[in-house]
């Protein structure tokens, strides 16, 4: 399986430009409920500005919210997965970079996003296949 099979496609991703004011950025994730935007010229990405960056760059700074852009706080050439790798691959990378989320490309082009929540989704669903798999084959439980 590879990240293309279960990233979120691009027409679900969030983007915004690198002149867009923070507190636009905040009301973005709240309307979308996501914790990231990634910052993007067309199919270029910029960066990504997570809802951590805006607490600790802007409210736990105590900086004055009025002018700070995406530019300002989000993280430049974010980690991002080509669309061909695979998921295992993709956990491994994701923990030797320390992130949660990944900007996919496909040709050096933004193509979606894949998220810990998205891994968390799949893990699950998978688990649960294996679950029916091992209940069809065993006894029925009948507690004592």
């Known amino acids: 399986m590879t990240v293309r099979d279960i990233a979120r496609p691009k027409d ?3 983007t915004a430009k690198h002149d867009t004011p923070v507190h636009e950025l905040a009301k973005l994730m709240e309307d979308r409920t996501v914790g990231s935007i990634v910052i993007a010229d067309g199919d270029n990405i910029e ?3 997570t809802d951590r ?15 700070m852009t995406a ?16 998921v295992f691959d993709l956990f491994r990378k994701m ?4 992130v949660r989320r990944a ?10 996003i894949v998220t810990m929540d998205d891994l968390l989704v799949l893990l699950q669903d998978e688990m649960h296949e294996l679950t029916e798999i091992i209940r069809a084959e065993s006894p029925p439980y009948t507690p004592a």
């Open 12 to 14: 679900e991703l969030v």
């Open 47 to 49: 960066g990504i500005v």
């Open 53 to 67: 960056d805006i607490a600790l760059k802007c409210v736990g700074s105590g900086g004055d919210l009025k002018g």
């Open 95 to 98: 923990r030797e970079h320390g």
């Open 103 to 112: 900007p996919i490309t496909d040709g050096g082009k933004l193509t979606g």
């Open 71 to 86: 530019k300002d706080v989000m993280t430049e050439r974010p980690f991002t997965v080509d669309a061909d790798m695979g």
